[in-house]
């Protein structure tokens, strides 16, 4: 017999499997399209007036004016008597069902947490308040 000469196998360069390319593309398309709907579901809804001028200045009597202040120590005061968040929804409420034209006040102050803030607003919500102004207290 002949010599047995030995082919050497050529290798193939190494490719790169292009087959699922057009999946991950779709996959980040999609992602893509939907991550902006999301992002509308978080934060609170509130409609918010218009840029304010001389005309639409609206002045409230005191009387109908209810005050709740978040101090620096996150301790809360309705009309300034000291008062805990278990309480406060009760309280709108008791103050509405006793003029129906009041305006629920919302004071916080800088340096509190926003948290606090948020918990007070959702129970002025709660007690279904219509007419609510937020401020922010000079330090």
């Known amino acids: 017999m002949g010599v047995l ?46 840029k304010a001028t001389a005309e639409s200045t609206v002045r409230v009597r ?8 978040v101090l620096a120590s996150n301790a809360l005061t309705f009309d300034d008597v000291p008062v805990p968040l278990s309480r406060l929804q009760q309280m709108i409420r008791e103050r509405l069902a006793g003029n129906d034209q009041t305006v629920v006040v919302l004071e916080t102050h800088p340096d509190a947490d926003y948290g606090m803030m948020i918990a007070c607003l959702d129970e002025v919500k709660l007690a279904d308040a219509r007419k609510v102004s937020l401020k922010t207290t000079k330090p």
Do not use: C, H, W, Y
């Open 5 to 50: 000469s030995k082919r050497k196998k050529r290798r193939d360069v190494g490719e790169i499997p292009t087959a699922s390319t057009s999946d991950v593309a779709f996959l980040l398309l999609i992602f893509f399209i939907v991550m902006p709907m999301k992002s509308d579901e978080i934060g609170l809804s509130m409609v918010l007036p218009a």
């Open 62 to 69: 005191q009387s109908n004016v209810a005050t709740i202040r």
